[in-house]
Structure formats: structure tokens, C-alpha cells
């Protein structure tokens, strides 16, 4: 069993900087890949960004891609996602999950509650 909290959303201006935090409890990294997902409203759950079971494998959604980092601190068992040079369309509620890497949320099997985060232009 995996628990998931995440942390670090908030209100920011456009061209700004967020990095959430996503503290796991139980088998977590190694054992499972680890993925950041978000939901605008109105809009489906997308993929942001998945590091894959022990780090070898990263990869972004495009619209990120050069923009956000993703990493994890093994001593913390904590799975950061860095933002920067936010813009409005990336407004949403962004969530962690731990599962199989893919870009796919049905792969995922644990997931957070999730974060705001709003970016104002």
C-alpha cells in the first residue's frame, strides 16, 4: 500500500516558479514508477511528467517539456515536480501517482489528493 500527499500548489504570476512535493509512505520508489498528472476544469486528467521505477527513465509531456523537471529524493521519499516559467494554461489541480511508467493515468495504481495550482496572466 502507498500513501501520497502532495504539496506546494498555489497562486503565482505568469513567468513564475512552483515546486511541488509529493511525500509517499510505504513501498514507493524502486518499486513503483512515480507520475505527476493534472486536471483543468472542464478538461480530462493529462499526463505532466513520469520518472520511471528506480529513475533511469524520464519523460514530459511536450507542453512542459524544457520548462519543469522532475526528481525524488530517496532519503525524503519525496518525488518533486519544478515548474518554471509558468503560464495560464497551466492552471489545474496537479496530482502525483505511483504505478507502472507510462503517460497513461490508468497505469497508475496510488494517487494523491492533489494540488492547486493557478497561474494568473
Known amino acids: 500500500q502507498v500513501q501520497l500527499v502532495e504539496s506546494g500548489g498555489g497562486l503565482v504570476q505568469a513567468g513564475g516558479s512552483l515546486r511541488l512535493s509529493c511525500a509517499a509512505s510505504g513501498r514507493t520508489f524502486g518499486s513503483y514508477a512515480m507520475g505527476w498528472f493534472r486536471q483543468a476544469p472542464g478538461k480530462e486528467r493529462e499526463f505532466v511528467a513520469a520518472?520511471?521505477?528506480?529513475?533511469?527513465?524520464?519523460y514530459y509531456t511536450r507542453s512542459v517539456k524544457g520548462r519543469s523537471t522532475i526528481s525524488v529524493d530517496n532519503a525524503k521519499n519525496t518525488v518533486y515536480l519544478q515548474m518554471n516559467d509558468l503560464k495560464p494554461e497551466d492552471t489545474a489541480v496537479y496530482y502525483c501517482?505511483?504505478?507502472?511508467?507510462?503517460?497513461?493515468?490508468?497505469?497508475?495504481?496510488?494517487w494523491g489528493q492533489g494540488t492547486q495550482v493557478t497561474v494568473s496572466s
Open positions: 501517482a505511483a504505478g507502472r511508467y507510462s503517460a497513461y493515468d490508468r497505469t497508475y495504481e496510488y
Open positions: 520518472m520511471s521505477e528506480g529513475g533511469g527513465s524520464i
